[in-house]
């Protein structure tokens, strides 16, 4: 999770253990599987929308959803993958909640669902939804092309401590994830953060064209995305902001904490739904999506793109979501991307 830096690992553990706590004692309450009984189904097919252009970290994550609930029969009517990309993802979050009430119609949710309304990029605020799962994690490797002068994690904070602005940095959201992931690796590298040179684009898979197109130079990706790029050769990871080195193709990139820069961070994927869903809709899909991480092929998915899981039901993932905000508007304001006096 992104949160602040200085207590998200401890925090995480926090939230992981009382999550089992509560998954336990739900089940319990609400029989052997842990299921609440709901009286709400579709009547016309699902959307699911990914606030980014195909390829896109949402995008994946919406497809591979809409595979396993097809395929698993978890649903009982078709599911369509709907991109929205710009503005940070706000552009689907915008349309779902124009449709009160409505369970038929469900986004991704990322970071920028938070941090869009904290530096005041969106009027929507994560609470203007119904929260009905978090999923996973994920930790960013910093990647440059295979031509780069940049070998290794090191190198590049050298030449971003002489010069912050010599590096055009591509993310996909404007104080989004992998924007932070960036900032809190220079900051505590003793980078003036508020001269690093930011280009901003719609999505994962738009910032990486543009580094294999020679447009910007460095890319905080996710692992996923990366990987491809990475295993054939036309771009090297130097670095992953993750508290120990992840497997597969990345298990010889060295963290940042390897490299002397205390820098951890971890994203996260969830569900929203439209504002005012009842308690039959939201069983309905906390039903669905807990059968979904239980399913092989989810967790063939998660070890496939280094995802971690983090599988939240919809009353602690709206705990989560607001301790999250609270959190990263301090880290933002920490790393100048927002007024501190916000």
């Not at 503005?87 to 349309?95: E, F, I, S, T």
Request: net charge positive; glycine share 10%; aromatic share 6%.
């Amino acid at each position: 999770m992104i949160g602040n830096a200085r207590k998200s690992e401890e925090k995480r553990m926090r939230v992981v253990n009382l999550t089992m706590v509560v998954a336990g004692f739900a089940c319990l309450l609400s029989g052997s599987n842990g299921i609440a009984v709901s009286n709400w189904k579709p009547e016309r097919n699902i959307e699911i929308i990914a606030g980014t252009n195909p390829g896109g970290a949402a995008d994946r994550t919406a497809r591979t959803i809409q595979r396993i609930i097809q395929g698993q029969k978890l649903i009982e009517v078709p599911a369509v993958v709907v991109n929205k990309p710009g503005a940070g993802g706000a552009l689907g979050w915008v349309q779902i909640s124009q449709r009160p009430g409505d369970g038929t119609q469900i986004a991704i949710a990322t970071p920028p669902l938070i941090t869009n309304h904290i530096t005041g990029r969106s009027k929507l605020h994560h609470s203007d939804l119904t929260p009905l799962a978090m999923l996973f994690g994920e930790y960013f490797p910093f990647v440059v092309r295979a031509d780069s002068s940049i070998k290794t994690g090191k190198d590049l904070i050298a030449q971003l401590k002489q010069d912050p602005a010599s590096i055009s940095i591509a993310v996909a959201s404007a104080g989004g994830a992998n924007h932070i992931s960036v900032g809190l690796v220079a900051s505590k590298a003793g980078v003036d953060v508020r001269k690093l040179k930011v280009v901003v684009f719609n999505s994962g898979g738009d910032t990486l064209t543009a580094l294999l197109g020679g447009h910007v130079q460095l890319v905080a990706a996710n692992p996923a995305s990366a990987e491809s790029m990475v295993k054939d050769g036309r771009a090297r990871a130097i670095a992953v902001a993750s508290d120990q080195r992840l497997p597969g193709v990345y298990a010889a990139v060295p963290t940042w904490r390897e490299q002397g820069v205390d820098a951890v961070l971890m994203s996260w994927r969830g569900v929203v739904g439209a504002p005012g869903l009842g308690v039959s809709e939201i069983s309905y899909w906390e039903h669905v999506f807990r059968n979904m991480t239980r399913d092989a092929e989810w967790r063939t998915e998660l070890a496939k793109n280094n995802w971690k899981e983090s599988f939240m039901d919809s009353a602690t993932t709206k705990k989560f979501l607001d301790s999250e905000y609270e959190d990263l508007k301090e880290v933002l304001s920490d790393l100048n991307l927002i007024n501190k006096k916000k």
